[in-house]
């Protein structure tokens, strides 16, 4: 049974592209989480998402960031006309029900740096 | 909103023993406990849902203690791959998203 699989695991935009992170939860698993980490800084929530729909967002920027996960393919966190700040990497993590009754699976990580 | 870790961070010798610390301002629901290594994914290592709670896995072991809003992980005899920084997880309420504090970086040497 695959992991949860985020790609790319690399990725490099100058000011102003768009980013675009994909992240594929383990099978059966249909609630996802992405998360952001700072170098020596904690993991901090951005969006609790399930097929088609968006729990909470309470930790997403109002502006450019943006999640989906559809009914078919990977959950997508997008980031518009990205600034030297957005540079971080980015955790997607899923469980197969809500977080409280059990463990939460992570991917590696889409490290993004911004020229 | 954010738990509170402390130590920032501890450096042992292989055989000794750490406790890390997470407390919260508010009441907490449950703790949940993490361990990162360097460039690789967070990896789940328990959940405490119950005040008073204790819970343990060979070497490595928590508390939870409701009245005082805080968890503590009890290393013992640590061992070479227990390096990596320790997150904790907490929750205020049930169906709600972790909110992780900053990490205690733990350096077992030789």
């Known amino acids: 049974n695959a992991g949860v699989m985020q790609n790319p695991r690399h990725l490099v935009r100058r000011r102003g592209q768009e980013a675009r992170l994909r992240c594929s939860p383990m099978k059966g698993h249909s609630h996802v989480y992405w998360y952001r980490q700072l170098p020596e800084e904690g993991l901090k929530f951005m969006v609790y998402l399930q097929k088609e729909n968006i729990i909470d967002e309470s930790g997403m920027p109002k502006e450019r960031f943006s999640a989906e996960f559809p009914k078919e393919g990977p959950s997508i966190l997008r980031i518009q006309q990205v600034v030297r700040g957005d540079s971080a990497a980015y955790f997607c993590?899923?469980?197969?029900?809500?977080?409280?009754?059990?463990?939460?699976?992570f991917g590696e990580g889409s490290r993004l740096t911004v020229l | 909103q954010q738990p509170v870790q402390s130590p920032q961070a501890v450096i042992l010798r292989e055989g000794e023993d750490a406790v890390i610390n997470c407390s919260s301002s508010?009441?907490?629901?449950?703790v949940h406990w993490y361990r990162q290594k360097h460039g690789e994914a967070p990896v789940f290592l328990m959940i405490?849902?119950?005040?008073?709670e204790q819970k343990g896995h060979e070497k490595i072991s928590a508390s939870f203690n409701e009245k005082k809003q805080q968890s503590s992980l009890y290393l013992t005899a640590s061992q070479l791959s227990y390096s990596g920084t320790y997150f904790c997880?907490?929750?205020?309420?049930?169906?709600?998203?972790?909110?992780f504090g900053k990490g205690t970086r733990l350096s077992v040497i030789a």
């Open positions: 993590a899923s469980s197969p029900g809500q977080a409280n009754t059990g463990e939460l699976f």
């Open positions: 997880g907490t929750e205020i309420r049930g169906n709600t998203p972790l909110v």
């Open positions: 405490l849902l119950k005040g008073g």
């Open positions: 508010k009441a907490l629901y449950s």
